[in-house]
């Protein structure tokens, strides 16, 4: 089981590299340009990367709560309140990334009418959805999780 939580825990260091990367020289970078150049929506983009800066902080916090579950299990305590509460952090993580593409719709609205790119309300919509998917995921993991450990507690006690 080691191999495969390594595995995992490897996985998620590939997940978290390229959004520290954007975290890090990107959004820098995207402020910059946006100063140099004498914008109309400057404003709006200054919104939206404080929403990107957001949504990696939630993403970093999920990240971690996933590394700790991967870590209950290699200890062998994957049933515990533990875990359970590590499933609720990531579920209220990914609804908070939903929530701030959500929020941020019609600052991507007011960018993809300026510069006629449609495409970008698709990637808020997609970026979105896919935080929301991991969220019911979690949910549904948490309740499965706590069936689980309410049934061994209570065959626990009959034995």
């Known amino acids: 089981m080691k191999r495969q ?6 996985t998620l260091l590939v997940l978290a590299l390229p959004v520290l990367g954007l975290s890090v020289i990107g959004f820098p970078m995207l402020l910059m340009n946006i100063t140099k150049n004498d914008w109309q929506l400057a404003w709006v983009m200054y919104g939206i990367v404080a929403l ?5 902080v ?8 996933a590394l700790k579950l991967l870590n209950y299990i290699n200890h062998n ?4 309140s533990a875990s359970v509460t590590a499933l609720k952090k990531i579920k209220w993580n990914a ?3 939903t929530f701030l593409y959500v929020i ?4 991507l ?3 993809a009418e300026y510069d006629d790119a449609p495409g970008i309300i698709i990637i808020g919509v ?14 549904l993991l948490q309740y499965l999780l706590t069936s689980a450990i309410d049934m061994k507690t209570e065959n626990d006690l009959t034995v």
């Open 109 to 111: 609205y007011m960018i």
């Open 126 to 139: 997609a970026l979105g959805g896919a935080a929301f998917v991991v969220g019911v995921f979690a949910t």
């Open 104 to 107: 941020s719709m019609p600052l």
């Open 5 to 10: 939580t390594t595995f995992l825990k490897a």
């Open 52 to 56: 990107l800066y957001g949504t990696a």
């Open 77 to 80: 305590v994957a049933f515990s």
């Open 95 to 97: 609804f908070t990334i």
């Open 58 to 65: 939630a993403y970093f916090l999920a990240l971690y709560q």
